[in-house]
T-cell receptor, first 110, second 117 residues
Framework: QKEVEQNSGPLSVPEGAIASLNCTYS??????FFWYRQYSGKSPELIMS????GDKEDGRFTAQLNKASQYVSLLIRDSQPSDSATYLCAVNTNGNKLVFGAGTILRVKS | SAVISQKPSRDICQRGTSLTIQCQVD?????MFWYRQQPGQSLTLIAT?????????ESGFVIDKFPISRPNLTFSTLTVSNMSPEDSSIYLC??????????????FGSGTQLSVL
């Protein structure tokens, strides 16, 4: 079992819709969770971090964490074509290392 | 967040040669890492660069192939040795834990696109 799993997609949503990206992880002791956005040919850019169960909102982005289910998600409201990118889920493991999922490709159609 | 300068941004190299990638941060950081991202793949951690001591390598990566230096809290190098076409990839420097800051977020440099012929 991979440490961090994501659906590779592509996930296609119409402009203005909510995009829902999901991630599961295997290490129960993980405490920190991150979402990165990566445009083609660019390096990953941190967009959200979450440490506690529940929701965390930042503008159009909401991160959701459920440690009991070992599940973290990212919601993007009012999706825009500029949100089209690969979204990487990252989980902090023992030793302060981040383990990344394979990423989900999001396509927002105008 | 820290400003991370990585160079070269890209290079085309011949099989059997070596390339050294430099990573410079504009502030002192506690942790520096090197990642590899092969075409169409996610990020794989190569090693943690330790200041003043040998790097800590992940499974599948060895010092002879990927020697790493970290002489101080703002600078690190990664060398890709005796290159083969399988080493063609993007190599990313990343940092975490700015001195004086209270966050543990990981930030990336702009990456080095390496092509081996």
């Amino acid at each position: 079992q991979k440490e961090v799993e994501q659906n590779s997609g592509p996930l296609s949503v119409p402009e203005g819709a909510i995009a829902s990206l999901n991630c599961t992880y295997s290490d129960r002791v993980s405490q920190s969770f991150f979402w990165y956005r990566q445009y083609s040919g660019k390096s990953p850019e941190l967009i959200m971090s979450i440490y506690s169960n529940g929701d965390k909102e930042d503008g159009r982005f909401t991160a959701q964490l459920n440690k009991a289910s070992q599940y973290v998600s990212l919601l993007i409201r009012d999706s825009q074509p500029s949100d089209s990118a690969t979204y990487l889920c990252a989980v902090n493991t023992n030793g302060n290392k981040l383990v990344f999922g394979a990423g989900t490709i999001l396509r927002v159609k105008s | 967040s820290a400003v991370i300068s990585q160079k070269p941004s890209r290079d085309i190299c011949q099989r059997g040669t070596s390339l050294t990638i430099q990573c410079q941060v504009d502030s002192q950081v506690t942790m520096m890492f090197w990642y590899r991202q092969q075409p169409g793949q996610s990020l794989t951690l190569i090693a943690t660069a330790n200041q003043g001591s040998e790097a800590t390598y992940e499974s599948g990566f060895v010092i002879d192939k990927f020697p790493i230096s970290r002489p101080n809290l703002t600078f690190s190098t990664l060398t890709v040795s005796n290159m083969s076409p399988e080493d063609s990839s993007i190599y990313l420097c990343s940092v975490r834990g700015q001195i004086g800051a209270t966050n543990e977020k990981l930030f990336f440099g702009s990456g080095t696109q390496l092509s081996v012929l």
